[in-house]
């Protein structure tokens, strides 16, 4: 299926006859082919595209801000007059803005729909995040101007192009409510000309034509009934009517001629990222140590039920692996927290253990300043969900312990040789980071997102260690 050709019509400068474009854009569009599937939609909050559009009063299905929650914009469009489709406007998109970072939500949202034929975005006045989104996923940006300073404005755009790393290929200057009954003298003959060359002079591209400023049009959006007229059937006789149509032709016959559109760019281009997270994530498990790295027994059983409870990795990144929940917290009751007596899974004191660990990263290191063979120090670390330092303790290591009727190996020596200790049996200057993880899909933190505030987390505390 053939991504829409999307048509974003976007200024930093208000009153410059972008929504009154949009809008008569549809409309012309459909005109010009009628079986063309037309869908537009606004992230301004004036609602002229629900005014002029919706053929009901029935309460809207959802608005543009659904776009950004995940839900598919199928379930959002409305069919409205003269056969355009239109996903209603939203008054809740100022709290939202100030949540949203992504610049990619709107062309992931839009290239998972089943929309064809060409999608218009009418945009605020304002490079917000919507805007933003709207500019990232148009084949084609056409920046209505009517004076030097929204000329000026139109910098902006081109940067977000150029630090997203886009072609500047989709943007277009389209001078707009030119005033034709303006002449001067010299080379620029009316404003329509010296805007031209403002728009040359600085390497912008134009569409063919301009709009002029016409009275006539103006009043379609100001009248009695309070209603919004297309120039289409209450505009025929002004020279806008015959402007319109050209830059619907333009549109129209730049959609046919764009092969590969902007999604199909972004799909091909999330395959390609997928394929490499999932390359990255198999990696990732494959380097993983097999069995506990305490006890070594193996971490799913025969009915597939793993008893993994927390992922350790060195901060050098040579050894990772996943560690039983009771080997972990065992360990931690009786050599780090002097448990007087056995810690077992039904006592309380480990279910406030293990509530507690989902919000921490716990940290094995030497201690600082201890290099003697003979005499090694172990300090325990207890950090945040942030990375930062919530405890710290230090012991000194003992390969041998006293038991009831003898001297035992500690049970932490496992897990050091086969992490911390070097191959002459002492603690090197890595440090071994652990994060609980889901007892249901323990290899989750394995995923790219996970990993990577894992390793961020990493990063942190590694600035905060002696």
């Known amino acids: 299926m053939s991504a829409p050709y999307i048509v974003t019509i976007s200024s930093e400068k208000g009153g410059v006859g972008k929504t009154t474009l949009a809008t008569n854009l549809a409309i012309y569009l459909k005109a010009l082919h009628e079986d063309l599937p037309v869908t537009l939609l606004s992230f301004d909050n004036h609602f002229s595209v629900d005014q002029m559009f919706r053929i009901n009063r029935q309460p809207a299905k959802g608005d543009v801000s659904g776009l950004f929650s995940g839900i598919n914009p199928d379930a959002l469009v409305e069919t409205g007059e003269y056969g355009v489709q239109f996903i209603p406007s939203s008054n809740q998109l100022n709290d939202l803005r100030h949540e949203l970072k992504d610049t990619t939500l709107l062309a992931k949202a839009l290239a998972k729909s089943s929309l064809g034929g060409i ?50 290929r989709p943007l277009r200057i389209l001078p707009c409510l030119v005033d034709n009954r303006i002449h001067y003298d010299g080379p620029f003959r009316d404003p329509y000309q010296l805007l031209k060359a403002y728009a040359i ?33 209450h505009g025929r006789q002004t020279e806008v009517h015959v402007q319109i149509a050209n830059v619907a032709r333009q549109v129209y016959l730049h959609s046919l001629d764009t092969e590969l559109r902007r999604l199909d760019e972004y799909r091909l281009a999330m395959v390609h990222a997928e394929r490499e997270h999932q390359s990255a994530y198999e990696i990732r498990c494959k380097e993983l140590e ?69 919000r921490s990263y716990f940290l094995l290191q030497r201690a600082p300043h201890t290099r003697n ?94």
């Not at 390969?399 to 040789?417: C, M, Q």
């Not at 890595?430 to 894992?454: A, G, H, M, T, W």
């Open 119 to 168: 999608v218009i975005i009418d945009t605020r006045p304002d490079l917000d995040i919507f805007t933003q989104n709207a500019l990232y996923a148009a084949d084609r940006v056409i920046v209505p101007v009517k004076d030097a300073p929204s000329m000026d404005n139109c910098r902006h755009i081109y940067d977000f192009f150029d630090s997203h790393g886009l072609s500047r």
């Open 201 to 233: 002079n600085r390497g912008y591209r134009c569409m063919e034509g301009f709009i002029a400023k016409s009275p006539k049009v103006e009043s379609l959006n100001t009248n009695p009934e309070g209603k919004i007229y297309p120039i289409l059937t």
């Open 290 to 358: 097999t069995g506990c790295l305490v006890c070594g027994r193996p971490l799913v059983d025969n009915d597939g039920v793993s008893a993994a409870g927390y992922f350790a990795q060195l901060s050098d990144q040579k050894i990772s692996g996943f560690i039983e929940e009771e080997c972990f917290t065992k360990l931690v009751f009786r050599y780090f927290y002097g448990a007087k007596r056995s810690i077992e899974p039904h006592d309380p004191i480990w279910d406030l253990f293990r509530e507690s660990a989902q």
């Open 373 to 466: 063979f003979y005499q090694q120090k172990l300090s325990f670390y207890r950090f945040d969900e942030h990375g930062l330092e919530v405890s710290h303790k230090t012991i000194e290591l003992q390969e041998f312990e006293k038991r009831l009727l003898s001297k035992e190996r500690s049970d932490l020596f496992p897990l050091l040789e086969r992490t911390l200790f070097d191959d002459q049996g002492r603690l090197g200057d890595s440090f071994l980071l652990l994060r609980k993880v889901s007892s249901d899909l323990p290899e989750e933190i394995l995923y790219d997102q996970n990993f990577e505030n894992f390793t961020a987390i990493m990063a942190k505390i590694s600035t905060q260690l002696p």
